[in-house]
């Protein structure tokens, strides 16, 4: 089965060629992530993909050509993608009605965008698209979420949350002064100054459950420095607790999902790792250790590895009983 990501990244792919191609002297890169809302690091990605597709014999005068001057890209040679896209009438209608449901959603911070959109694509249906009313739609809590985010945003007002924390199964309240949205590996996330912790935290959208935008007025403060996730989301900070791991072979991919330090190979295990990360939360350290199945073992700290081999005795004592 196409994973949503696969199906938005080929979107992507098909739509980047007509829109460089509409600007032939080329475009930032950052401006192009932007447009299409993902990290610049995931547009590269994309750019080099790209390059290796094309018409069939796949040779140098077949396959699709970018150039680059410093952060500007361009195409040079489209490989036959330059036909307009031509709407039937059932996709004309299916648009529009699609676009008149969107103007509809609470929140909406492109209305001017979708509007004229509309106005576009009703002209090009002609009469097909009289009489055409918006559905009913339901709208799932993540989207609920980044419409009232959006709105205290532009409102520039502090939020109230209903947040799950994953790493410690639990639910809490947070009262936060947005800073900005941004769009990571297909999730959004809310970059917000935390009053409870008095630092700046990540908030996925799809973990908040409830959401309020407050009247007092969004305050960060002026240590509230936004932070660079073109690295990844998960930055732990350089005074956090070092956790120090041998992996197993398979259990390898810990240091590629993961930001780690003093990655070493070792001979035991055969074939296997040490590694040193850092967290402030040993319960994730802890759960992420027992999640391997006996393929890490922990050497540091001390308390952690006892707390391992504590939880791994209680569940084989229940497994015996």
Same mark, same amino acid.
């Given at each position: *089965?196409?994973?949503?990501?696969?199906?938005?990244?080929?979107?992507?792919?098909?739509?980047?060629?007509?829109?460089?191609?509409?600007?032939?002297?080329?475009?930032?890169?950052?401006?192009?992530?932007?447009?299409?809302?993902?990290?610049?690091?995931?547009?590269?990605?994309?750019?080099? !993909?790209?390059?290796?597709?094309? #018409?069939?014999?796949?040779? &140098?005068?077949?396959?699709?050509?970018?150039?680059?001057?410093?952060?500007?890209?361009?195409?040079?040679?489209?490989?036959?993608?330059?036909? +307009?896209?031509?709407?039937?009438?059932?996709?004309?209608?299916?648009?529009?009605?699609?676009?008149?449901?969107?103007?509809?959603?609470?929140?909406?911070? @492109?209305?001017?965008?979708?509007?004229?959109?509309?106005?576009?694509?009703?002209?090009?249906?002609?009469?097909?698209?009289?009489?055409?009313?918006?559905?009913?739609?339901?709208?799932?809590?993540?989207?609920?979420? !980044?419409?009232?985010?959006?709105?205290?945003?532009?409102?520039?007002?502090? #939020?109230? #949350?209903?947040?799950?924390? &994953?790493?410690?199964?639990?639910?809490? @309240?947070?009262?936060?002064? +947005? *800073?900005?949205?941004? !769009?990571?590996?297909?999730?959004?996330?809310?970059?917000?100054?935390?009053?409870?912790?008095?630092?700046?935290?990540?908030? /996925?959208?799809?973990?908040?459950?409830?959401?309020?935008?407050?009247?007092? &007025?969004?305050?960060?403060?002026?240590?509230?420095?936004?932070?660079?996730?073109?690295?990844?989301?998960?930055?732990?900070?350089?005074?956090?607790?070092?956790?120090?791991?041998?992996?197993?072979?398979?259990?390898?991919?810990?240091?590629?999902?993961?930001?780690?330090?003093?990655?070493?190979?070792?001979?035991?295990?055969?074939?296997?790792?040490?590694?040193?990360? /850092?967290?402030?939360?040993?319960?994730?350290?802890?759960?992420?250790?027992?999640?391997?199945?006996?393929?890490?073992?922990?050497?540091?700290?001390?308390?952690?590895?006892?707390?391992?081999?504590?939880?791994?005795?209680?569940?084989?004592?229940?497994?015996?009983?």
């Amino acid at each position: *089965m196409t994973s949503p990501a696969t199906n938005e990244r080929m979107t992507r792919l098909l739509s980047l060629v007509p829109y460089l191609t509409a600007r032939p002297e080329g475009v930032p890169l950052p401006e192009v992530a932007r447009d299409f809302g993902v990290p610049e690091r995931q547009l590269r990605r994309d750019l080099e !993909l790209l390059w290796m597709c094309g #018409l069939p014999g796949y040779g &140098p005068g077949d396959l699709i050509d970018l150039s680059f001057e410093g952060d500007r890209v361009r195409v040079t040679f489209t490989a036959g993608m330059v036909r +307009p896209l031509r709407l039937t009438t059932d996709e004309a209608v299916a648009l529009v009605v699609a676009l008149r449901t969107l103007l509809d959603l609470p929140g909406l911070a @492109e209305q001017e965008a979708v509007s004229r959109a509309l106005a576009k694509v009703s002209a090009a249906a002609g009469h097909a698209a009289e009489g055409v009313t918006p559905v009913a739609l339901s709208v799932d809590a993540r989207e609920q979420a !980044l419409a009232v985010v959006r709105q205290g945003l532009e409102r520039g007002r502090a #939020l109230h #949350l209903h947040y799950y924390v &994953p790493t410690r199964d639990e639910r809490t @309240e947070r009262t936060v002064d +947005p *800073m900005r949205l941004h !769009l990571v590996d297909g999730r959004w996330y809310l970059e917000a100054w935390s009053r409870e912790v008095a630092g700046v935290r990540l908030f /996925r959208l799809d973990r908040i459950d409830d959401v309020e935008v407050l009247d007092e &007025p969004a305050a960060p403060p002026p240590q509230a420095a936004p932070r660079d996730v073109e690295s990844g989301v998960y930055q732990p900070a350089p005074d956090a607790p070092v956790v120090r791991l041998r992996l197993a072979r398979t259990a390898r991919w810990v240091a590629e999902y993961y930001p780690v330090e003093d990655v070493r190979e070792v001979d035991d295990p055969p074939g296997g790792l040490a590694v040193a990360l /850092r967290t402030h939360d040993l319960a994730w350290a802890r759960r992420l250790v027992a999640s391997l199945g006996g393929a890490a073992t922990v050497d540091e700290p001390a308390g952690l590895a006892g707390a391992v081999a504590a939880d791994a005795r209680a569940a084989l004592a229940r497994y015996g009983a």
